[in-house]
């Protein structure tokens, strides 16, 4: 495999472009872009703990999700262009500032030049590093940068291919992410708390799923997926009801609105009949346009 920019197969797309002369199919060439670096509260408790987590939003993107809440970063590729050196030195500010850990949202495609900064930031960055993803990830591009990560933060958006062609471009999303996930599983060896904050994880995985307008039967069958298939505590389970429809939801009228109560609560219901309780839920009030941050270069 080849873990550089020169003929790009870092992500299930395997497009194998040449990002020194053209992007890719994420939208990024080889210079790291970066639209946001700040403390962030409104990731899972114990992500966010009570001072915030450090994330680094990443410009690009591996899927084309019609309703992306970031669209100005994943479809317009807004950011700022920075050094591997620069990026290691927001690490760090992130750290001073009192982040729990370095969140890495949508950076599987920069994942050479991360990893550099993560090693020039070397012992001095002292806290851990989640890969915030939308769980569309390749299993050999994982193990060959687990040494780099120690929480993964992916979602589990579909089981149904007909429905991860028509919103995010991937008709293969359920065969890829369900594999990726198993393998970030197997990774962290589960879950493992800071000893000296037990709130906060320290190592593991978090998978997200959250509920789409009339798409609650496919959800329940995630869950199932989910109990026949992971080892069970291996894994925290989030089960969200933020959906709002942003950017291209328009176009397809069945998920231009948001989910209803029912929805959510027969979904919700089914993962307490599985037992899959080891986790969060949302309230209904989170489908709110104002969780998503302000892409405006802060701390870049």
Request: charged content about 20%; proline content about 5%; aromatic content about 10%.
């Amino acid at each position: 495999m080849n873990y550089t920019y020169d003929c790009c197969t870092l992500c299930p797309r395997m497009c194998g472009a040449d990002r020194h002369r053209s992007s890719g199919f994420c939208g990024a060439g080889d210079k790291i872009k970066v639209a946001r670096a700040a403390l962030h509260h409104w990731e899972e408790p114990c992500i966010s703990g009570t001072r915030g987590s450090g994330t680094v939003f990443f410009s690009g993107c591996t899927l084309k999700c019609v309703f992306c809440q970031n669209h100005t970063l994943s479809h317009d590729n807004f950011g700022k262009e920075i050094s591997v050196k620069r990026l290691s030195e927001i690490f760090l500010e992130l750290q001073a500032q009192g982040a729990h850990n370095i969140n890495l949202v949508t950076a599987t495609h920069y994942l050479p030049s991360v990893r550099e900064a993560l090693n020039l930031a070397g012992p001095a960055l002292k806290i851990p590093v989640v890969l915030n993803c939308g769980g569309y990830e390749r299993v050999e591009t994982l193990k060959e940068y687990s040494d780099c990560i120690d929480i993964y933060l992916p979602d589990l958006k579909y089981y149904d291919g007909s429905l991860s062609r028509k919103y995010s471009a991937a008709e293969n999303y359920f065969s890829v992410a369900s594999a990726a996930i198993q393998e970030m599983i197997r990774l962290t060896g589960g879950l493992t708390w800071d000893p000296e904050n037990p709130s906060l994880l320290k190592k593991g995985v978090i998978i997200r799923h959250m509920v789409l307008p009339g798409a609650k039967a496919d959800s329940i069958r995630l869950l199932h997926w989910m109990r026949d298939t992971l080892p069970q505590g291996s894994y925290l389970l989030s089960l969200m009801s933020q959906y709002t429809p942003f950017y291209k939801s328009y176009i397809y009228p069945e998920i231009s609105r948001r989910i209803t109560t029912y929805e959510y609560e027969k979904v919700l219901d089914e993962a307490i009949r599985l037992g899959l309780i080891n986790g969060y839920m949302q309230e209904k009030s989170s489908a709110k346009e104002e969780y998503t941050p302000p892409f405006d270069l802060s701390g870049v």
